[in-house]
């Protein structure tokens, strides 16, 4: 059974009516990060059933596994560059939008 590839990129949602910018900007994200999630897990199930299959891996190994501060710390670095990059529309959104209902000189 051959099977399509997934596209790299999400297609473009159609708009919907009464949404503003940034609901549109938040669903995006969530269908975006719900479709990386799937093609993660699958992928990640293939590796842990492939390392298993071939005896690198026991079973459990990858729940038991512990980082140390090391790997812990470039974790700590990766989680917060994806939290960035992900939260990066919503925050431009809610920044435009609170940008047009502030008078202009006055902080925000």
């Known amino acids: 059974m ?3 590839p997934l ?3 999400p297609h473009r949602l159609d708009p919907i009516d009464g949404a503003r ?9 969530v269908v975006g990060l719900t479709s990386e999630v799937t093609i993660l897990r699958a992928r990640l199930d293939a590796a842990e059933r492939l ?9 459990g190994a990858v729940d038991g596994f512990e980082p140390d501060a090391e790997a812990e710390a470039a974790r700590e670095r990766q989680r917060r560059a994806t939290v ?3 939260f990066r529309p919503l925050r431009e959104a809610a920044l435009a939008e ?3 209902i502030t008078p ?5």
């Open 7 to 9: 596209p790299r990129t």
């Open 104 to 108: 202009s000189g006055e902080a925000a």
């Open 21 to 29: 910018a940034m609901d549109e900007q938040l669903l995006a994200m």
């Open 98 to 100: 609170l940008a047009s």
């Open 2 to 4: 051959s099977r399509l």
């Open 51 to 59: 390392l298993e299959a071939s005896g690198v891996l026991a079973p």
């Open 84 to 86: 960035d990059k992900v």
